[in-house]
């Protein structure tokens, strides 16, 4: 089972995203609203994967997805914008995956977890 905590600024978004990820067999561990809520709570729910919002109001996504993964917590960016907006960041984020809120699933999660676990070590 996998073990998500989801970090939006929208209270809305977090309430709507929770309810499909849990109906599609992800445990919803945590819901935070900012990146020092995430953080916290991260290493509290021993969460397997984080899904972050690029855009948090007056904070970073793709500061909180390194600040994850020097925790051991792989990030999955997620924002209304398409990739293509923001190709360049994403690219060089160590998040293992982008989704576009529409396009938000649990088969999608599983998958781009399952691709970043079968990836070669980075040398």
Not at 58 to 76: C, K
Request: proline fraction near 6%; charge should be negative.
């Amino acid at each position: 089972m996998v073990r998500c905590l989801i970090v939006d600024d929208s209270p809305a978004f977090l309430a709507a995203a929770a309810r499909l990820l849990r109906h599609q067999g992800i445990t919803v561990v945590c819901l935070a609203t900012t990146c020092a809520e995430a953080l916290r709570e991260a290493q509290v729910v021993q969460a397997d994967v984080a899904l972050v919002d690029i855009d948090l109001g007056g904070e970073s996504g793709l500061e909180l997805a390194e600040r994850l993964h020097r925790r051991s917590v792989p990030a999955i960016l997620i924002s209304t914008h398409s990739e293509q907006d923001y190709r360049d960041l994403i690219s060089t984020s160590p998040a293992i995956g982008f989704l576009p809120k529409a396009c938000l699933s649990g088969p999608a999660v599983r998958q781009l977890l399952d691709a970043a676990a079968t990836e070669p070590p980075e040398r």
